[in-house]
T-cell receptor, first 112, second 112 residues
Framework: NAGVTQTPKFQVLKTGQSMTLQCAQD?????MSWYRQDPGMGLRLIHY???????DQGEVPNGYNVSRSTTEDFPLRLLSAAPSQTSVYFC???????????FGPGTRLTVL | QQQVKQSPQSLIVQKGGISIINCAYENTAFDYFPWYQQFPGKGPALLIA?????SEKKEGRFTISFNKSAKQFSLHIMDSQPGDSATYFCAASMRGNTPLVFGKGTRLSVIA
């Protein structure tokens, strides 16, 4: 199993550009989530999904969109990037009924 | 409103010493309290977790102490080693596939 994979590892955007951060897991986990990590702020939840077709907002959802068309994939879309979205983004997943969340390696995003 | 407060922000411990990191929570509906370990450039990885029906859980050199009445829990690392140098996050969630709420993290440095 590859576990939770994220692409790209690094990305530099200009203000106003759009992009999609990819997240995939091969563990057949129903629950997936996106966090951002900023210095001194811990990890903050952006969006999460309890299964295909179901998504919900977390603590800091503004500026981000998600969809969940398959169990395996949970992409995070930035429609119009802003410097405040410069951060490290982590995707996580867990199986139904389990509290243990497995994290991907992260995507480091810089918005100029 | 920060639901999980973590201290200290940083910690320096001599090799062989005991590292102690503390967390306090506010939401009494929280039912699951994990600690995650993160090395630079990597995603967080589950280290150890506890539920409120026990006051202590030990796995090797790592111990969680839990005080339900005080709404506090702590991580103790016995015989700390340089390889333990990492950032540690406490977190909390309600039972089942619910979002984790993270503390802001503690950067631990174990020096020889």
């Amino acid at each position: 199993n590859a576990g939770v994979t994220q692409t790209p590892k690094f990305q530099v955007l200009k203000t106003g550009q759009s992009m999609t951060l990819q997240c995939a897991q091969d563990m057949n986990h129903e629950y997936m989530s996106w966090y951002r990590q900023d210095p001194g702020m811990g990890l903050r939840l952006i969006h999460y999904s309890v299964g295909a077709g179901i998504t919900d907002q977390g603590e800091v959802p503004n500026g981000y969109n998600v969809s969940r068309s398959t169990t395996e994939d949970f992409p995070l879309r930035l429609l119009s990037a802003a410097p405040s979205q410069t951060s490290v983004y982590f995707c996580a997943s867990s199986r139904s009924g389990s509290d243990t969340q497995y994290f991907g390696p992260g995507t480091r995003l810089t918005v100029l | 409103q920060q639901q999980v407060k973590q201290s200290p922000q940083s910690l320096i411990v001599q090799k062989g010493g005991i590292s102690i990191i503390n967390c306090a929570y506010e939401n009494t509906a929280f039912d699951y309290f994990p600690w995650y370990q993160q090395f630079p450039g990597k995603g967080p990885a589950l280290l150890i977790a506890i539920r409120p029906d026990v006051s202590e859980k030990k796995e090797g050199r790592f111990t969680i102490s839990f005080n339900k009445s005080a709404k506090q829990f702590s991580l103790h690392i016995m015989d700390s080693q340089p390889g333990d140098s990492a950032t540690y996050f406490c977190a909390a969630s309600m039972r089942g596939n619910t979002p984790l709420v993270f503390g802001k993290g503690t950067r631990l440095s174990v020096i020889a």
